[in-house]
Nanobody, 127 residues
Framework: QVQLVESGGGLVQVGGSLRLSCAAS????????MGWFRQAPGKEREFVAA????????YYADSVKGRFTISRDNANYTVYLQMNSLKPEDTAVYYC????????????????????WGQGTQVTVSS
């Protein structure tokens, strides 16, 4: 099973940018859909973005579409989440997750469909 470690979180002002990284280990990374989720205090964990094994298919939550970009570097076992134009409502713990599957189209956005999770990284957007 793939193991995941997130980094890159921090404190940023409204309108600023951050790039999160997710370092993976394990050969199943190459055949996994990778997702980013977030969880704010008192709220359910919610889907942010996902990318298929090849990187050719991506899917975003409406709340981040046009501001966030997910990408992956298979040669370096890493997934990224570039976050621009950050808003206070983006404040949350961000989690990287993996679902072992070969798919050409990202369809899985439910947390329960992902097999492996990182420990999370805090993102705080101050107004």
């Amino acid at each position: 099973q793939v193991q995941l470690v997130e980094s890159g979180g921090g404190l940023v002002q409204v309108g600023g940018s951050l790039r999160l990284s997710c370092a993976a280990s394990g050969r199943t990374f190459f055949s996994s859909t990778m997702g980013w989720f977030r969880q704010a205090p008192g709220k359910e964990r919610e889907f942010v973005a996902a990318i298929n094994w090849s990187g050719r298919s991506t899917y975003y939550a409406d709340s981040v579409k046009g501001r966030f970009t997910i990408s992956r570097d298979n040669a370096n076992y890493t997934v990224y989440l570039q976050m621009n134009s950050l808003k206070p409502e983006d404040t949350a713990v961000y989690y990287c997750a993996a679902r072992a599957e070969y798919t050409n189209v990202v369809v899985n956005t439910e947390p329960g469909r992902y097999d492996a999770w990182g420990q999370g990284t805090q993102v705080t957007v101050s107004s």
